[in-house]
């Protein structure tokens, strides 16, 4: 039953992960009146679903964290350099205690259509509880990575065992011991899910079918010296994060691969591995330019595999091979090449023994059917435009986001819609999300939505969206930036290739994290002269 009459609000904000958290603290503080619905029962986006075994974040956690309240930084201590799912969802509910976030929330709601009313200049946004609200602003903060999808196989449903997704992990303990465990992917997920699962199942069994590239992550526990020195520094810690083109504060070259002699090379990719973390990506400054250079590297990681993994069948088919190394998000480990070194832990290579089906009791590849208990899907999201196209949203003369997506995303500067006045994404595809730290993207895009609602309000307008122009403008450059790099050379969530039917290509802001707050700032300098507005006589006359 719909509400009869409409709650009237400034704000409404989708998504209760880090960027809808940052938005409510943000609109909250500035006075506003706002709404915030989430789909899970609780805050954490990403943290909240995934809740697999070994579940971990690969940014060190003094960067993975909130910036924007120095009081949390001050009173919060991170335990591990790479904090695990349970102390992120321990994180999370700190920041949500302390800043008073949940009472703004609903959760177990689902925001079911979005719809632009010209007239009243006013989005109308209904909830699955069959609520409706009318509010100024619409942030989206539904984030890249939110809808899972199953793989593109037949009969899952016949599957007679256990059957669970990564990115719905259940909340009660799950035990693997005896249980003949079968993994399906090999991403990010896949990769941490072995290498916990694989010493505890009775066996397993990894489906395969592209290889990562993954490298030590060489996890510590950070010591009380070295927290006191990060709370002493936050400041300029955070400062240097935003300076930088990956938005942390991990080191970057200078240095091209090819200017040093080949031995100092290996000594400096040697050091990078010892090191840990995703160091390597930062030894050289060109390996996502030139694919010489990312070659020499992928064969480096290539024979640390061959070092590792004991039985060669094995480490044969997990050398990634035929797209570059950090084109798919580089992952990283404590133990997954170890795994297999285990007696009942079995690798499948679907590239040359393809699925066919699930059956009643398991998988049955060209080769014959693999029997199984359990079934664990690690097979990634419909990244980017998922969430945002999950939903009805509809803009100015009943075009939807469905529609304008078509071909493939296109915003203005990863926040804005033409076409969708006083739309706001965080963290939206033509954006740096995937390939910088998305905390900082979204404290940055919560400030620059922020200073847009100021401005307008301070102008008497009532309305903002991009020009037709200018959101071309910001997709020539994106699309010009991606032509330098070798990220569209692998098939990847980045590009789309994972969908089924998705349109393919790009179309993320390649140019780093500082160039792109840089290149916001500036769309926002001399009053916004990418936008149009409606200013408030002008609609109180129509
Ligand atoms: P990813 O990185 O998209 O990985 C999904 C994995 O699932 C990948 O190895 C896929 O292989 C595999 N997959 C998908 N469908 C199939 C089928 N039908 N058969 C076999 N294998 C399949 O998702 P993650 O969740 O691991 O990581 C997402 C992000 O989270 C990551 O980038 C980090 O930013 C954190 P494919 O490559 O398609 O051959």
């Not at 909130?66 to 904090?83: D, G, I, K, L, R």
């Not at 007239?119 to 990575?145: D, H, N, Q």
């Amino acid at each position: 039953v719909e509400n009869s009459s409409p709650i009237r609000l400034d704000v409404v904000i989708v998504g209760g992960g880090f960027g809808g958290m940052c938005a409510t603290y943000k609109f909250r503080e500035m006075g506003l009146k706002i709404q915030s619905f989430e789909a899970g029962g609780d805050l954490g986006g990403v943290w909240y679903w995934n809740r697999y075994p070994g579940a971990r974040v690969d940014l060190p956690s003094i960067d993975y964290s909130f910036s924007f309240s120095p009081e949390v930084e001050q009173e919060w201590t991170w335990s591990e350099q790479f904090a695990a799912q349970p102390e992120l969802l321990r994180y999370i509910d700190f920041v949500a205690k302390r800043l008073e976030l949940r009472k703004h929330y609903q959760f177990d709601t689902r925001v079911t259509s979005a719809t632009w009313d010209e007239e009243r200049k006013l989005w109308v946004v209904k909830t699955s509880r069959g609520e409706v609200f009318e509010s100024t602003y619409c942030i989206m903060a539904t984030g890249p990575l939110s809808v899972p999808r199953d793989p593109d196989i037949p009969g899952l449903d016949r599957f007679k065992g256990r059957v669970i997704r990564a990115g719905r992990w259940p909340h009660e303990p799950v035990s693997f011991k005896g249980l003949r465990v079968g993994v399906i992917g090999t991403g990010s997920t896949g990769i941490q899910i072995v290498q916990d699962v694989g010493p505890q199942a009775g066996e397993l069994f990894v489906f395969q079918r592209t290889p990562s590239f993954t490298m030590p992550m060489r996890n510590e526990k950070l010591t009380p010296e070295y927290v006191d020195e990060v709370k002493r520094n936050y400041a300029g810690i955070r400062n240097s994060a935003r300076n930088s083109a990956v938005g942390g504060t991990r080191p970057q070259s200078t240095r091209a691969f090819f200017s040093v002699t080949p031995n100092q090379r290996r000594v400096l990719l040697e050091d990078a591995w010892k090191q840990g973390g995703l160091s390597m990506l930062g030894t050289f400054s060109d390996l996502l330019q030139n694919p010489e250079a990312n070659e020499h590297v992928a064969e480096f990681v290539r024979g640390k595999i061959a070092e590792v993994v004991k039985d060669p069948r094995t480490a044969e088919a997990l050398k990634p091979q035929g797209y570059p190394i950090f084109a798919r998000r580089p992952c990283l480990d404590s133990s997954y090449y170890e795994t297999y070194n285990l007696p009942h832990v079995h690798l499948i290579d679907c590239i040359n023994d393809k699925i066919i089906e699930f059956t009643e009791k398991g998988i049955r590849t060209e080769s014959g059917e693999t029997e199984l208990d359990m079934l664990i899907l690690a097979t990634g999201y419909d990244g980017l435009t998922g969430a945002l196209m999950a939903f009805e949203v509809t803009g100015k003369d009943g075009r939807t986001v469905n529609e304008k997506w078509a071909e493939g995303a296109r915003s203005h500067l990863g926040i804005m819609l033409e076409g969708f006045p006083n739309l706001f994404m965080t963290t939206g595809p033509t954006g740096p999300a995937a390939l910088a730290n998305i905390i900082r993207i979204s404290e940055h895009d919560v400030e620059w939505i922020a200073a847009a609602m100021k401005y307008m309000d301070a102008h008497h307008l009532t309305a903002m969206e991009p020009t037709e122009e200018a959101e071309q403008g910001w997709m020539d450059l994106v699309y010009e930036l991606s032509q330098r790099t070798l990220l569209s050379k692998a098939k990847t969530w980045y590009v789309g290739a994972n969908v089924k039917d998705k349109p393919q290509g790009l179309t993320l802001f390649t140019g780093g994290f500082a160039k792109y707050a840089e290149l916001c700032a500036l769309a926002a300098k001399d009053g916004y002269r990418g936008f149009q507005f409606d200013h408030r006589a002008e609609s109180a006359a129509r």
